[in-house]
């Protein structure tokens, strides 16, 4: 199949509303500025007020950003997303979120930064509080839907791979864990901060596991942190190999770094290098290759847009476009993100049990 016939069958635009409402941000720390103003902006998404508990911070990035309104106090902010109908994308510590959304009003849209709490307990009380809310709410898993994630799904849905047995994700690289100071003080690190995306996008091709095997391990020179590097695997029965591989210490070279998605089916494979996680914050770029059972060999197909920040387009337009009909299949909504955190907390249990003993008795 040549990449113009393949252009019938992805398209990676993100699905926008049609009236879309104004944006109100509760947190206004490096994800928003980084990710979540310019993929608003690029999607025309209005951002009318801001809140942080920086008061300072939060005036700063209305300013530069062109946000009407900033405020000093919560109570206010959500006073005036209410008065706006605006959807409430909340970007705080995870521990922070429960605290805040019951503070919503009913009914509202709320689109929550991941993880969904620190623990599956704190989940749960998300998750209620959503549903006694009536909140329409999402979870900002957004890698299902960074562009090379949507054409690779819509390759499969085709019918392209066959049937899919193998998914492995792996990434060995040196991550600058300072640039985020409060993961300092987390028990739970590397699964529930940086592996979630993976698993959240495991679960999107694949659909939910039956039981995991994991280990989640510190590295000798970030003894600090809890966790950095994590072996997964996500059980889907005798078939279906699903494997997520983790190292952020490796400090031996940027390009010896390595970072890709791989899916194999039955008749083909889709291999995606993800660059922003390479010699991060740096990057490097995205490469999307596949193999077909057409004689054809490996291709690249040119995709245009990335994780960071165009991903962040589809959980809001998505969020809005369910807000608008009670209907459409959300991609990221609070119950589907749900179970990505049942496998993340199954994952600490299965790390915690530890594993089979080897006897070496006779
Ligand atoms: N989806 C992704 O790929 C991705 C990437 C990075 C971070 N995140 C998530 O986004 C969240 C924020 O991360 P960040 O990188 O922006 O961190 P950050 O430290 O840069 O910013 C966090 C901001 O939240 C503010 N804050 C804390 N508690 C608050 C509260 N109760 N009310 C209002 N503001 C509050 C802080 O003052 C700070 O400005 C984290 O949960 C993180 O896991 C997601």
Request: hydrophobic share 40%; net charge negative.
């Amino acid at each position: 199949m040549t990449n113009t016939e393949l252009s019938s069958i992805v398209n990676t635009d993100p699905e926008k509303p049609a009236n879309p409402r104004p944006i109100v941000s509760i947190g206004t720390g490096g994800i928003v500025t980084d990710a979540h103003l310019p993929a608003y902006r690029m999607a025309g998404y209005k951002v009318a007020g801001c809140f942080d508990l920086n008061g300072a911070k939060a005036a700063q990035v209305a300013k530069d950003w062109g946000i009407e309104r900033s405020f000093d106090k919560l109570d206010e902010l959500i006073a005036f997303g209410e008065e706006q109908g605006a959807i409430f994308d909340v970007a705080v510590p995870a521990s922070e979120i429960a605290g805040i959304i019951r503070q919503l009003p009913e009914k509202s849209g709320v689109l929550i930064q991941k993880p969904m709490g620190e623990s599956i307990g704190e989940a749960q009380t998300i998750l209620k509080t959503c549903r006694d809310k009536k909140l329409t709410a999402g979870i900002n898993f957004q890698l299902r839907r960074a562009p090379f994630m949507v054409a690779a799904k819509q390759m499969i849905d085709a019918g392209l791979l066959g049937d899919i047995h193998d998914v492995e994700m792996r990434v060995v690289c040196q991550t600058p864990w300072n640039l985020w100071s409060f993961l300092f003080e987390k028990e739970r690190m590397e699964v529930n901060y940086h592996s979630i995306h993976y698993i959240d996008a495991v679960r999107f091709f694949l659909g939910d596991p039956q039981a995991v095997y994991s280990k989640t391990m510190k590295h000798p020179k970030m003894m600090e942190l809890a966790q950095t590097r994590s072996a997964i695997i996500m059980d889907y029965g005798d078939v279906v190999r699903a494997n997520i591989s983790t190292n952020h210490g490796h400090d031996y070279a940027p390009d010896e770094q390595e970072c890709f998605f791989k899916i194999e089916g039955t008749k083909g494979a889709i291999k995606i290098q993800i660059g922003v996680i390479l010699n991060y914050p740096k990057g490097s770029v995205d490469k999307f290759r596949y193999v077909l059972d057409d004689g054809k060999g490996w291709q690249e197909l040119d995709i245009s847009g990335s994780w960071f920040p165009e991903a962040f387009m589809g959980p809001m337009g998505g969020l809005q476009k369910k807000m608008e009909d009670p209907d459409y299949a959300f991609a990221n909504s609070i119950e589907d993100a749900y179970k990505t955190m049942c496998v993340v907390e199954a994952c600490y249990g299965s790390s915690a049990n530890g594993a089979t003993k080897v006897d070496y008795g006779f």
